[in-house]
């Protein structure tokens, strides 16, 4: 498999843009700088837009996915429009019902607990990502040469949102089916790695330029339980992108413990939060790594004299990196004055 003709990365368009180069581990002129969960949450456009909309509906409404897709790119002027969409998304065209409850997140209908509840799980039909596919290359073709990343969630949170059936704050029944039934753990993992890999390979087919995989709730595993038993999924998941040449950041939150493992399984870029200083998460990846992140989301309501100086020191400590693509440690919280936003990427871009 290659990409298409006419792929951004393919004719050039976006090959040589801050963001991909950084990723690929140079240091362009400017520093690239994206946030994650910056479609969406805080910005008025996007509330106008969603009005009256539920949110999964919003993201297979091909030409309201990407609108809001773009808007943080006009105001912002970010270096990358991450896609629209949510991670329980491919889940839902699988078949699973799935609903997002406002604040509290998404939550099945019937968790999936058992071998039998697992067995009855069926692949993603590959015509039901077409609303996917089209939303990125509305949004690929507007870009021009600023790249569109798409994402996916990690076998072990989508596991998770599955087992729990909602949001979880230590994802205990997860852990106890993994500790439980191995086998049923490694089927239920297997699929969530296929339906999250085909997910991926749509958006990267449609157009997109880089690519991220969320892993949320990894943090609630041991290093052991995380390289045993759900990196090799994680590996799965970015296995289907192969012979798509597009780079690859892995986020996962509260990871620090377990940074040597990401490269294995098949990141080209290491996301990291807030906890870590980048300078010591190189130092524990050997130098070896483009990095991302990790500016403090808490100080996004702070005075605008104590950002400054936060984005600075994550840009010093970034300098040490192979490469850096400067983000926010998670991702936009919905209070957050969107100017604070725009000015941290001009101060990004000025340094």
Not at 7 to 36: I, K, N, Q
Not at 233 to 258: C, D, K, N, T
């Amino acid at each position: 498999m290659a990409l298409p003709e006419g792929h951004p990365l393919a004719d050039g368009r976006t090959a040589s843009s801050p963001l991909v180069r950084a990723a690929r581990g140079d240091r362009p002129e400017t520093l690239p700088v994206w946030f994650m969960r910056q479609a969406g949450r805080s910005l008025p456009e996007y509330r106008a837009s969603r009005a009256g909309v539920e949110m999964l509906d919003a993201c297979l409404d091909p030409a309201l996915a990407a609108e809001i897709t773009l808007q943080p790119v006009r105001r912002h002027g970010v270096d990358a429009a991450v896609f629209f969409s949510d991670i329980v998304i491919p889940v839902l065209l699988a078949g699973v019902g799935v609903r997002i409850v406002p604040g509290r997140g998404p939550v099945l209908d019937e968790p999936v607990r058992t071998p039998a509840d697992v067995m009855a799980l069926r692949p993603i039909d590959p015509e039901a990502l077409a609303p996917i596919s089209e939303a990125v290359a509305i949004v690929a073709r507007e870009l021009g040469d600023k790249p569109v990343i798409g994402f996916g969630g990690a076998p072990y949170t989508l596991a998770s949102y599955l087992v729990e059936g909602g949001p979880s704050k230590d994802q205990l029944r997860t852990r106890a089916l993994m500790r439980t039934d191995p086998h049923t753990w490694s089927q239920l993992l297997n699929w969530c790695a296929d339906v999250t890999g085909a997910f991926l390979q749509a958006q990267v087919r449609a157009g997109a330029s880089v690519v991220q995989l969320f892993d949320s709730w990894a943090g609630s595993l041991s290093r052991d339980d995380y390289i045993r038993r759900v990196a090799p999924h994680s590996q799965r998941a970015f296995s289907w992108l192969r012979g798509l040449e597009v780079p690859r950041i892995h986020f996962g939150l509260g990871m620090g413990e377990m940074l040597d493992a990401l490269p294995k399984i098949g990141a080209d870029v290491i996301g990291i939060d807030w906890r870590l200083p980048l300078d010591e998460a190189n130092r524990r990846l050997g130098g070896t790594m483009p990095l991302q992140g990790n500016i403090d989301a808490a100080f996004l309501t702070a005075p605008w004299p104590l950002v400054e100086r936060h984005v600075r020191d994550v840009v010093e400590r970034g300098s040490e990196a192979p490469a850096h693509i400067v983000n926010l440690g998670h991702g936009v919280p919905p209070e957050t004055d969107p100017d604070v936003l725009s000015r941290i990427v001009d101060l990004v871009h000025d340094l």
